[in-house]
């Protein structure tokens, strides 16, 4: 095993740690959950993980997560969706979910889908999207608006009212009651499929 899959290996086992007891382990723990023969072996491995970002002291001088913790490392294969490619190998390089789909945290809601006018754009229900508000509208843009105190897909300004762009027509909202406000724009959409636990 190469030292970045080691280390992903020893990451991924400190991650559970932390998701099971919000918090990690000290170094003697560590050393022992981890497999390895010393605590000055541990201590290297703390200092690559602070140094990249996954690893840092907290306040009471305590390990604490770093920015890039709950990074997953990134591979350098794609997953085709039509025929098998070869496995490729894992790249160093991580990606944080946060950073695939937020772009400005700030202006940034999640909102879960209820119902199926959005089938035929790939959005089913139960999915959740991800909204960055107060953005610039532009032609083929997903729309989240207010509609009678309710989040709904809408059209933008440069779509016919209620001419969703890739929604089922049978399936489009009724003429809202009262005016409607936009939310945002959708930029990411995610599901969860049971799996594993």
């Known amino acids: 095993m190469s030292g970045i899959e080691s280390d992903a ?3 991924a086992q400190l991650q559970s740690y932390y998701w ?9 723990r560590m050393a022992k959950l981890l497999g390895l023969a010393s605590t000055s072996t541990v201590f290297e491995l703390v200092q690559r993980f602070k140094q990249q970002g996954f690893l840092m002291q907290g306040a009471d001088r305590r390990l604490a997560p770093g920015e890039r913790f709950f990074a997953q490392l990134s591979s350098d294969w794609r997953c085709e969706a039509g025929h098998r490619d070869v496995l490729g190998v894992l790249a160093a390089d991580t990606v944080t979910i946060d950073e695939a789909l937020v772009r ?6 999640l909102l879960r889908v209820r119902g199926h ?4 754009a790939g959005i089913l229900d139960g999915d959740t999207v991800v909204v960055e508000r107060h953005s610039v509208l532009a032609t083929g ?3 989240v608006g207010i509609v009678d105190g309710a989040y709904t897909f809408m059209p933008n300004a440069s779509q016919e009212p209620f001419s969703h762009n890739g929604a089922d027509a049978s399936s489009m909202p009724n003429e809202p009651r009262e ?4 939310c945002g724009v959708v930029v990411g959409v995610f599901r969860s499929y049971g799996g594993a636990r």
Not at 20 to 28: C, E, I, K, Q
Not at 117 to 120: D, H, L, T, Y
Request: charged residues 15%; proline residues 10%.
């Open 179 to 182: 005016p409607y406000e936009v």
């Open 141 to 143: 843009d997903l729309v």
């Open 117 to 120: 006018s959005m089938r035929n």
């Open 9 to 11: 290996n020893y990451l």
């Open 104 to 109: 400005h945290p700030g202006r940034t809601v």
């Open 20 to 28: 099971t007891y919000r918090s990690l382990p000290a170094m003697a």
